[in-house]
C-alpha cells in the first residue's frame, strides 16, 4: 500500500493541478468518520464537498445497492431502460413537483441539460438568461457563463445573453425581463457564494414574474438537494416551486449521479435526438440513487437535518466566540461569517482532526453527512468551537 507522501508526489507528477489540492490522500471511509493514508482519522463535517453528503461514507445500504447492482447489471446505453433509473425518476418526481428526469453524472452537466431545455422552451430569438451575484452553477462553458465574472477570465466569450443581477432584489428582476429573456436560474440557498438565503417573498416574486413573462424557472439544488436543508429540495422553503431543477452532488450517495427535473409543462421539451447522456443515468449509480433516496424516507433524515442543523446554529451562536460575525443557513448547510481568514479556522480544525468547508475568504461552511451519530456530530462540535475561540 502506498503512504500519503507517494501518493501526493505521484498525483503531483501525473494528475493536472486544476484544484490547488492540499497535500492529503485518503484511503477509507466510513459514516462520518474518513482516514489518511497513514491512517490519521477525522470526522467529516464536509463530506466529499457534499458528495457523500446525505449517506456519509461508505455507507452499508448504498455499499450493499452497489454490490448488487454490480452484479446484475453495470451498463446498457440509452436506446434501453432500466429498473434503477425509472425508480429513482419516480422517487425523486414524488418529492419535488412531478414533471421528468434527464440523468447525467454532475451538476454542471445538469445545468448544461437545463440551459438548453430553457432555450428549447422559449423559442427562437428568446436566449437571455437571468442570473445572480455570487451564484455558482458549474465549470462547463454554459454554467460559467451564468457564474460571476472573477471564474470567466480567460475563458470569454462566453455564451450570450447572460443577466446578471443582484440576489434577493425582486425590482432588479421585473426590469431586467425583456421579449428576448428566456428564463432564471437561482440557488434556494446559495452555498459556494456564502450561504446565503433569500426572502420567501423573493422566491414568490420569482415565480410570479417567470409566470407573467412566460420565462421558465430553474431552481440550482446541486448543494440544496436532496434533504440538506431540513426539506427533501431548498425551494420547498419558500411555498412556491420551479419549473425545472437540477439535482447532483449527494443524490448518488457518494458516487457520480445528477439529473435535471422537468415539471409537467416543460417535461417534453427534450424530444428525441435533442440531448443526451451516454453513461446518464447508468444502472449502477442510478441504484445507488435510489438507495439515498430510500434511506431519507426511512430514517427521516429531512427532519433530522432540520433539527439538528438548528441545534448547531444555536450551539455556534452560544459559543459567542468573538470572531463570529454571522451564523447561517438552513438544515446541515451552514455558514460561519468570521472576520478572520476563514483558512486559519479551517486549518486549526484539520489539525484537530475536523474537516469542514470555506465560501470566500471569510465564511466557514458545515455540511456534515445527514446521519452523522450525535456523538460524532458533539465531538466535532467541540473542535469547532475550540478553533473558533483561539
Ligand atoms: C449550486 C451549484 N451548482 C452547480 C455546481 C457544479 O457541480 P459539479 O461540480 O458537480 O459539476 C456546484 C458545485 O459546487 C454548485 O454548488
Same mark, same amino acid.
Given at each position: 500500500?502506498?503512504?500519503?507522501?507517494?501518493?501526493?508526489?505521484?498525483?503531483?507528477?501525473?494528475?493536472?493541478?486544476?484544484?490547488?489540492?492540499?497535500?492529503?490522500?485518503?484511503?477509507?471511509?466510513?459514516?462520518?468518520?474518513?482516514?489518511?493514508?497513514?491512517?490519521?482519522?477525522?470526522?467529516?463535517?464536509?463530506?466529499?464537498?457534499?458528495?457523500?453528503?446525505?449517506?456519509?461514507?461508505?455507507?452499508?445500504?448504498?455499499?450493499?445497492?452497489?454490490?448488487?447492482?454490480?452484479?446484475?447489471?453495470?451498463?446498457?446505453?440509452?436506446?434501453?431502460?432500466?429498473?434503477?433509473?425509472?425508480?429513482?425518476?419516480?422517487?425523486?418526481?414524488?418529492?419535488? +413537483?412531478?414533471?421528468?428526469? +434527464?440523468?447525467?453524472?454532475?451538476?454542471?452537466?445538469?445545468?448544461?441539460?437545463?440551459?438548453?431545455?430553457?432555450?428549447?422552451?422559449?423559442?427562437?430569438?428568446?436566449?437571455?438568461?437571468?442570473?445572480?451575484?455570487?451564484?455558482?452553477?458549474?465549470?462547463?462553458?454554459?454554467?460559467?457563463?451564468?457564474?460571476?465574472?472573477? @471564474?470567466?477570465?480567460?475563458?470569454?466569450?462566453?455564451?450570450?445573453?447572460?443577466?446578471?443581477?443582484?440576489?434577493?432584489?425582486?425590482?432588479?428582476?421585473?426590469?431586467?425581463?425583456?421579449?428576448?429573456?428566456?428564463?432564471?436560474?437561482?440557488?434556494?440557498?446559495?452555498?459556494?457564494?456564502?450561504?446565503? $438565503?433569500?426572502?420567501?417573498?423573493?422566491?414568490?416574486?420569482?415565480?410570479?414574474?417567470?409566470?407573467?413573462?412566460?420565462?421558465?424557472?430553474?431552481?440550482?439544488?446541486?448543494?440544496?438537494?436532496?434533504?440538506?436543508?431540513?426539506?427533501?429540495?431548498?425551494?420547498?422553503?419558500?411555498?412556491?416551486?420551479?419549473?425545472?431543477?437540477?439535482?447532483?452532488?449527494?443524490?448518488?450517495?457518494?458516487?457520480?449521479?445528477?439529473?435535471?427535473?422537468?415539471?409537467?409543462?416543460?417535461?417534453?421539451?427534450?424530444?428525441?435526438? @435533442?440531448?443526451?447522456?451516454?453513461?446518464?443515468?447508468?444502472?449502477?449509480?442510478?441504484?445507488?440513487?435510489?438507495?439515498?433516496?430510500?434511506?431519507?424516507?426511512?430514517?427521516?433524515?429531512?427532519?433530522?437535518?432540520? @433539527?439538528?442543523?438548528?441545534?448547531?446554529?444555536?450551539?455556534?451562536?452560544?459559543?459567542?466566540?468573538?470572531?463570529?460575525?454571522?451564523?447561517?443557513?438552513?438544515? +446541515? $448547510?451552514?455558514?460561519?461569517?468570521?472576520?478572520?481568514?476563514?483558512?486559519?479556522? +479551517?486549518?486549526?480544525?484539520?489539525?484537530?482532526?475536523?474537516?469542514?468547508?470555506?465560501?470566500?475568504?471569510?465564511?466557514?461552511?458545515?455540511?456534515?453527512?445527514?446521519?452523522?451519530?450525535?456523538?460524532?456530530?458533539?465531538?466535532?462540535?467541540?473542535?469547532?468551537?475550540?478553533?473558533?475561540?483561539?
Amino acid at each position: 500500500m502506498s503512504t500519503q507522501q507517494q501518493i501526493v508526489e505521484k498525483t503531483r507528477k501525473y494528475v493536472i493541478e486544476n484544484y490547488g489540492r492540499l497535500p492529503m490522500a485518503f484511503a477509507r471511509g466510513a459514516g462520518a468518520k474518513i482516514w489518511d493514508a497513514d491512517g490519521k482519522e477525522f470526522i467529516d463535517f464536509f463530506a466529499g464537498f457534499g458528495g457523500a453528503g446525505v449517506a456519509g461514507h461508505c455507507h452499508p445500504a448504498i455499499v450493499a445497492a452497489l454490490k448488487h447492482q454490480a452484479e446484475t447489471l453495470l451498463c446498457h446505453g440509452n436506446l434501453y431502460m432500466s429498473g434503477p433509473q425509472a425508480d429513482l425518476a419516480e422517487m425523486i418526481t414524488r418529492h419535488a +413537483f412531478g414533471g421528468k428526469v +434527464f440523468y447525467c453524472h454532475s451538476g454542471a452537466e445538469a445545468n448544461e441539460a437545463a440551459l438548453k431545455l430553457v432555450r428549447l422552451a422559449a423559442g427562437p430569438g428568446r436566449y437571455k438568461i437571468i442570473s445572480f451575484e455570487k451564484c455558482f452553477h458549474g465549470r462547463t462553458m454554459g454554467g460559467l457563463s451564468l457564474t460571476p465574472k472573477d @471564474k470567466q477570465a480567460g475563458f470569454e466569450p462566453m455564451l450570450p445573453g447572460n443577466v446578471m443581477l443582484p440576489y434577493n432584489d425582486l425590482d432588479a428582476v421585473a426590469n431586467a425581463i425583456d421579449a428576448e429573456t428566456a428564463g432564471i436560474f437561482v440557488e434556494p440557498i446559495q452555498g459556494e457564494g456564502g450561504i446565503n $438565503m433569500p426572502s420567501k417573498a423573493y422566491m414568490q416574486g420569482l415565480r410570479a414574474l417567470c409566470d407573467k413573462h412566460k420565462l421558465l424557472l430553474v431552481c440550482d439544488e446541486v448543494w440544496t438537494g436532496p434533504a440538506r436543508t431540513g426539506r427533501w429540495f431548498g425551494y420547498q422553503y419558500y411555498d412556491m416551486a420551479p419549473d425545472v431543477m437540477t439535482v447532483a452532488k449527494a443524490l448518488g450517495g457518494g458516487v457520480p449521479l445528477a439529473v435535471c427535473v422537468a415539471g409537467p409543462s416543460c417535461a417534453d421539451v427534450l424530444t428525441p435526438g @435533442k440531448h443526451g447522456c451516454t453513461m446518464g443515468g447508468n444502472p449502477l449509480c442510478a441504484a445507488a440513487g435510489v438507495a439515498t433516496m430510500k434511506l431519507i424516507e426511512d430514517e427521516d433524515l429531512v427532519s433530522r437535518a432540520a @433539527k439538528k442543523g438548528a441545534d448547531v446554529m444555536a450551539a455556534i451562536r452560544a459559543a459567542n466566540a468573538p470572531c463570529v460575525k454571522s451564523v447561517r443557513g438552513a438544515g +446541515f $448547510m451552514i455558514g460561519i461569517e468570521i472576520d478572520k481568514p476563514a483558512k486559519e479556522v +479551517f486549518n486549526a480544525c484539520m489539525a484537530a482532526g475536523l474537516l469542514i468547508g470555506s465560501a470566500g475568504a471569510s465564511v466557514l461552511r458545515l455540511a456534515p453527512p445527514l446521519v452523522i451519530p450525535d456523538d460524532l456530530l458533539a465531538k466535532g462540535m467541540d473542535i469547532l468551537i475550540r478553533a473558533l475561540k483561539q
